[in-house]
Each structure stands twice: as C-alpha cells, then as structure tokens.
C-alpha cells in the first residue's frame, strides 16, 4: 500500500506542467539548492553513519530535486523542501539496506516514559540551550547516533538544523502532536545517554 501511495505521488509530480525555462532551472537549483548542500550532507550522514552512503544519498537527493524543481515554488522554504526528499529517499532507499530496524516500538517507549502531558515537555533537554552546546562533541555525537533513526531524525531537525514543529511536520508527513510527543521521548532517549558523561564533565544535571 505505501509503494502504491509513494507511486502515485511521484506520478502527481512527474504530470506538473513544467512552469520554468530550463535557465531559471538552473538558476533556482544554484540559487535556492545549493547552498544548503552542506546541511544536507550533515544530515544525510547523521542518518546513515557511512561518509559513501550519505554523499549517495545526498547525490541522489540533488537528483531528485532537480528532476521535480517545477513543483517547488520559488521563494518558499527551499530547506524544508530539500530535507523531505532526502528522508524520502532515506527511507525508500537506503534505509532499508541498513542494519537498523525499520520500525520503532513507539509503545515501548511510550510505556517506559510514560510522558504525553505538553507539561512535562519542558523538562526534556535541548541541544539549543548553552548547558548542551558546551559539551557537543564526540561523545554527544556518539550518543546521538546510538539513538534509533526516527528519534534521532527529530532532534536533528529540532535541535540541531532548527525547523520549526510545522517544517518537521511537513518534512516527516506526520502530525505536529507527534512531532512533539516523538521529539519529547528521543531528547529523553539521549538525556539518558548523557547524563553518565555530563557528571564526570562536572556539568549539572540535565534538565
């Protein structure tokens, strides 16, 4: 059923009529695309921990772009637009040849934190806030990519690349509540991972 739907989505696009000539083409991909080439690739590696996979994926990424710039709309959020393709492709492609599971047991999670009140969302940690942007390093990184793909996808996009609820909705085609409910568990996920470092660091406790 999901093939069907990803089928028919790409067949939606492929019948837009084309709306630029081929050197306002080339002018938007250098324009609006490429300067967020290395964001990309950051992201593009974080989910795939491989430096081969992740400059196929982000080639494959531009790919696409190019292919479908006529239903992107000029002057609208080129980043945004660019990341969805890329997780698509993520997904679709190169996922699945992974090692890492293709689905997270949300429930178990759910059940170990036990944390759907929007109250105790602000006692999650944030990689935004000094506290946290002091310690990014190797051993933040290493626990980051110890977190299964879609926690790690949120905090990535959240914390780190800085979309908005409403962008990562788009980006992840899932609802703003479960941008915020999966946002919650991962920054608990890696608060979890941190906490051991933060006290040998001499940092307080991670609130």
Not at 2 to 18: F, G, T, V, W
Not at 81 to 99: A, E, H, M, T, V
Not at 183 to 199: C, G, P
Request: hydrophobic content about 35%.
């Amino acid at each position: 059923m999901q093939k069907r739907k990803d089928s028919m989505e790409e067949e939606e696009i492929l019948d837009i009529q084309p709306r630029y000539s081929q050197e306002e083409q080339y002018r938007i991909f250098d324009k609006e695309f490429m300067p967020h080439i290395d964001s990309m690739y950051n992201f593009a590696f974080r989910l795939t921990n491989d430096e081969d996979d992740s400059n196929d994926l982000l080639q494959d990424t531009y790919l696409k772009a190019f292919r479908f710039i006529n239903s992107f709309q000029e002057g609208t959020n080129a980043k945004a637009w660019l990341f969805r393709i890329l997780k698509n492709s993520f997904i679709n492609d190169y996922r699945k040849k992974s090692k890492e599971p293709s689905k997270v047991d949300y429930q178990e999670v759910e059940t170990v934190y036990n944390s759907s009140e929007d109250a105790e969302y602000e006692s999650t940690v944030d990689l935004r806030t000094e506290s946290v942007q002091d310690m990014i390093g190797d051993e933040v990184a290493m626990a980051l990519n110890g977190l299964p793909v879609d926690f790690r996808t949120v905090i990535i996009l959240c914390d780190i690349e800085g979309f908005t609820y409403e962008e990562m909705a788009k980006i992840l085609d899932i609802p703003i509540g479960t941008v915020r409910s999966r946002l919650h568990r991962a920054r608990n996920l890696l608060k979890d991972k941190l906490r051991s470092y933060a006290k040998t660091m001499g940092y307080k406790e991670l609130r």
